[in-house]
């Protein structure tokens, strides 16, 4: 007997049952990005791994640890993308979108790491983000962390922290990690194993440990805010002030550093406590070298992405998601097929928020119903043989108390919309 077909750990489905918070989730941030100003971009899944290697950075653990990487036909080194970024400026380059203008762009999909499954982090997961080229002020860093607000805002989710804090320029960083790794060397004995790995290759990122005893090292550690030059220090204050008068809470972390490398200045999260361990539902900030350092003319950059499952987690906690009106068409015999189908595509072309369906099954009038009702119908339509000689339509209300109505099939649409 072989073996069941099962999906791959950390890649699971999305069944029809589950969709409708993930629908109400893209449709909302469509919506609201594209009112922003932001045109939607959509990107290949695979790039080549010199494009990751090269932008998020070959001593991080996304790279090091947990792409999908593979070599074509062609020996070619080739990655699943394991985010979003590299790819819109790679394909800002290769088209020639940026130079010496202002481009919005957001995107959402499949991203892939290859992680230890958990709630709220899988190996194929799903984005939406938006980046911003060509403006180099803290006005679009704000704009975006308020887009981000107004989003949470409009999904109904309450109890979200924002966290932000400031990289500075990339003098500011090397200075900053060689005084985090001198403080960190008397400790050497007791970091953990993550720890003494990124002492070596990427130390900004034991910052942001999950291991208790690492972090409590950290109290006393060096601040990177000390650290961090005059103009971005400028910047910063900014960026505060802007959300200060728009009177949008916020918390310094100067414990935050996105694990990254392209980023510097403003980076920003999103935290909940009601995901356990996965509490970030959204980051980004500002990456003003990627562009160059990919090969194209420097350009000042900002954006941002939130991972959809985790939000889809908070919108479960949130109630259900609004349904569409559930119709279904209902005929005695394969007589009322013409009749059925023909109401059913009027319908459908002008009740464009209905689901509206034909029941094809067999059975009496009795099971059809009985059957439209388990399946959580909302409204029968009947076309008996009565109703085909007077060209009616029976209209049957199953989860409202409206009487039943029995009116002209040409009076049908105009009765629905009521």
Known sequence: MSEKLQAIRGMNDILPTQIAHWQRLEATAQRLLNGYGFGEIRLPLIEKTELFARSIGAATDIVEKEMYTFDDRNGDSLSLRPE???????????????????????????????????????????????????LAGPAIDAELILFTAQLWQELGLQGLELQINSLGDRQSRINFKAALVEYLQDYRDQLDADSLRRLETNPLRILDSKNAQTQSLLIKAPSLLDYIDTESRDHFETLKSLLDQQQLLYRVNDRLVRGLDYYNRTVFEWITTELGAQGTVCAGGRYDGLVEQLGGRATPAVGFAMGEERLVELLLQVGEAPKPTHLTFIGFDDQALPTLLKLAQQCRHQLLDHRIEIDYQGGNMGKKLNRANKTGVDIVVIIGGDELAEQTATVKFLREKRPQTTISQSQLVEFLET
């Open 84 to 134: 979003g970024t590299a790819s819109v400026v790679r394909a800002g380059i290769q088209q020639g979108l940026l130079h010496n203008t202002i481009c919005k762009f957001w995107y959402s999909g499949p991203m892939f790491r290859h992680e230890r499954p958990q709630k709220g982090r899988y190996r194929q997961f799903h984005q939406i983000g938006a980046e911003c080229f060509g």
